[in-house]
């Protein structure tokens, strides 16, 4: 029988895209610049690359390709490393954040956007590459929308380089117009009707609607695979554990469906698992963030389930406020999630919602994010000016600024808006500028060590501690050890103790187990810190290590940290202490009904019924005056600040 490898090289000559290889290579040589524009599934991120390599590109420099999403990323790379026949990280690789899989042999390299905008820093002209193709460009995520302006840059002092911009949806004639009339290629698609039906949600939960219209297709239509778009980790799971027990309860031991979550999150291994057909006499059920919706595509599938959300990244930049809000998708992405179904035959779509409700499309990212840590890769690559840079759409002018102002006040741009040396340190980490400032600034508190500790923790996310059903007491009881002894001592720390911890254990996963701590993460966690570690050898930060030292330690969060403190109310919310807003300590935090602290510092801010502070850390109102003079005046503290004779 044929091996893997060999059906998934045969099964490049079945693809839409096929037909149109020769055509659009000739049309690359021809153009410096091509928009492609090609329907989901057809085979432009997987195809094109390897047509570019057979047609002797890579003799002159890597094929780019890059990926809004890690996962797409990950899961494309693996797949042309299976056509082509190669070890994945070999000829063809992949690099995202924190995890580079690519070698010296490497020449189809796919990365996230992110990681590209991090390569012209290094590498201004691209000069490894022959070839960089900006992917899924409709998506117009902040790190693409800053690679279009840059990369058109780039092609100008660099005739032989090509580029292409490939898209899903019809936003074509405007990325031409951008790129100076680019030509445009249509690859013409097969797409099968889909039915679309409506299902009234009458309940606020529309997660209970999935599972019972999951249940009806299963019980009631033809075999064909169930796509659901939800809208995050959380959600998915959810759904998983519902659906399960409701299949139980049906008397179908659960074993007709099988039920497969793809999240941006999901361990590596796991994410294999939704490409795999599913066995005779069952039905895949796929439960996907929207990254199903044109970023990967999954064979088999003829039911849609489309509640009609999704979670996006806005700012809120009066209040400095980020989160990650559930909004209702526009109607160019209800056609692409319905269209889904109709890859492989007629398809049928069942949304949540009713089509008119929704708006036309989707605002750029880059119209609702924080720019702080655009702006700051900006002036390092010496732009200057950047409210006249050449933006597809510009951000709204105070977004800007308040990104200017911050980083002024961390330290990272000098009066007239130039990097400073603090500000090109700053940089040489791939993380947030308030969490770059945060590492930067630990050595002055000769803490360093501790401190890329903390980050590392913080930029694993919350998939530290778990709590299982049953065993929730334990898992608390387990948890609150590491806040013992210096009682509010807060989250950073926490973290910091569980990871000390841990490592004296020799890193042991049975120690993981026992305290309810997740070994992935802590894995992942140690890999962050290791290259954490390599960037502070780098920029030549001296390691010193103050494990005692707690009041230092604080103070080197607060370096990066100070726009996030709030103080303590009457009734027992906090206010943030430059804007008038009530927030709240996360009932996940270690510091949840404990003893309420005077002072905290917080990580980041989530919204779900409330504004939620998530890790927190309590600190003194005085540092904020002695680490941030330009941005805390004695007036911001005094009214709240404890007695003299406290100290
Ligand atoms: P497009 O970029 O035009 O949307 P792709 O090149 O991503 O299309 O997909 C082409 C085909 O490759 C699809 O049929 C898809 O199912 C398959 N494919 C892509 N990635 C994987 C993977 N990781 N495993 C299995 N099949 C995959
Ligand atoms: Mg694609």
């Avoid at 091509?34 to 003799?59: D, F, H, R």
């Avoid at 709590?467 to 387990?478: H, M, S, W, Y």
């Amino acid at each position: 029988s044929k091996t893997a490898a060999e059906k998934a090289r045969e099964g490049r000559e079945f693809l839409p895209i096929h037909g149109y290889r020769e055509e659009l290579l000739k049309l690359i040589e021809e153009n410096q610049v091509l928009v492609i524009v090609g329907e989901t599934g057809s085979g432009k991120t997987t195809q094109i690359p390897q047509y570019l390599q057979e047609a002797g590109y890579t003799k002159r420099g890597k094929i780019g390709c890059t990926q809004p999403r890690r996962v797409a990323a990950m899961s494309v790379a693996s797949r042309v490393a299976q056509e082509v026949g190669v070890k994945l990280g070999h000829e063809v690789g992949y690099s995202i954040r924190f995890e580079d899989c690519t070698s010296e042999k490497t020449v189809i390299k796919y990365m996230t956007d992110g990681m590209l905008l991090r390569e012209l820093l290094i590498e201004p002209k691209l000069d490894s590459y022959s070839v960089i193709i900006i992917d899924e460009a409709h998506e117009r995520t902040l790190s693409t929308d800053i690679l279009f302006a840059l990369v058109k840059d780039v092609a100008k002092v660099r005739p032989d380089l090509r580029l292409i911009i490939s898209s899903a949806t019809l936003e074509a004639k405007k990325f031409s117009e951008y790129f100076d009339s680019a030509r445009i290629y249509l690859i013409p698609g097969r797409r099968y009707p889909v039915e679309k039906l409506f299902r009234k949600c009458p309940e606020p939960d529309y997660l209970e609607t999935v599972i019972r219209t999951v249940v009806q297709i299963h019980q009631t239509e033809a075999i064909g695979d169930i796509l659901v778009f939800l809208t995050g980790q959380e959600e998915i799971e959810t759904v998983e554990t519902n659906l399960k027990r409701r299949m139980m309860d049906l008397g179908t031991k659960g074993s007709e469906i099988i039920i497969c979550p793809i999240y941006s999150n999901l361990p590596t291994p796991l994410q294999a698992k939704v490409f795999e057909p599913a066995p005779k006499g069952t039905r895949k059920v796929v439960l996907a963030t929207n990254i199903a919706e044109t970023s990967l595509t999954i064979d088999g599938v003829k039911y849609v389930i489309d509640p009609g959300y999704f979670k996006i990244n806005s700012y809120n930049p009066r209040t400095g406020m980020e989160s990650l809000l559930v909004t209702p998708i526009s109607k160019a992405s209800a056609a692409q999630r319905a269209g889904r179904s109709g890859r492989t035959g007629p398809g049928k779509c069942f949304r949540l919602y009713n089509i008119k409700d929704l708006e036309p499309t989707t605002i750029p990212e880059i119209q609702r994010a924080n720019l702080a840590s655009v702006v700051l890769t900006l002036k390092s690559l010496g732009i200057q000016d950047v409210f006249n840079f050449d933006f597809m759409d510009p951000p709204p002018e105070n977004a800007l600024l308040k990104a200017l102002e911050l980083l002024y006040a961390l330290g990272a741009l000098d009066e007239i808006g130039e990097i400073t040396k603090v500000g090109e340190r700053m940089v040489e980490f791939p993380v947030d500028p308030m969490l770059s400032k945060m590492i930067v600034g630990s050595e002055k508190y000769k803490c360093s060590k501790e401190i890329i500790t903390i980050a590392a923790m913080l930029s694993v996310g919350n998939s530290v501690f778990y709590r299982p059903k049953n065993q929730q007491v334990f898992a608390d009881k387990a948890r609150m050890d590491f806040y013992e002894d210096t009682k509010n001592v807060g989250d950073h720390i926490a973290l910091l103790r569980v990871y000390n911890s841990w490592k004296e254990e020799n890193y042991s996963t049975q120690w993981c187990c026992e305290k309810f701590i997740q070994s992935k993460s802590m894995k992942r966690a140690r890999d962050i810190r290791d290259q954490l570690l390599g960037l502070l050898n780098k920029i030549g930060v001296e390691l010193t290590s103050n494990p005692n030292d707690l009041d230092a330690i604080k103070k080197a969060i607060l370096a990066g940290f100070f726009p996030h403190s709030a103080k303590l109310q009457k009734n027992g919310s906090y206010r943030r202490v430059k804007e008038p807003q009530t927030v709240y300590v996360h009932p996940n935090s270690g510091l949840f009904g404990a003893s309420p602290s005077k002072w905290l510092v917080y990580h980041e801010l989530v919204l779900t019924t409330k504004e939620y502070m998530r890790h927190t850390t309590e600190m003194k109102p005085e540092w904020l005056i002695e680490i941030a003079p330009h941005y805390y005046k004695l007036k911001d503290i005094e009214d709240t600040r404890p007695k003299k004779t406290q100290r």
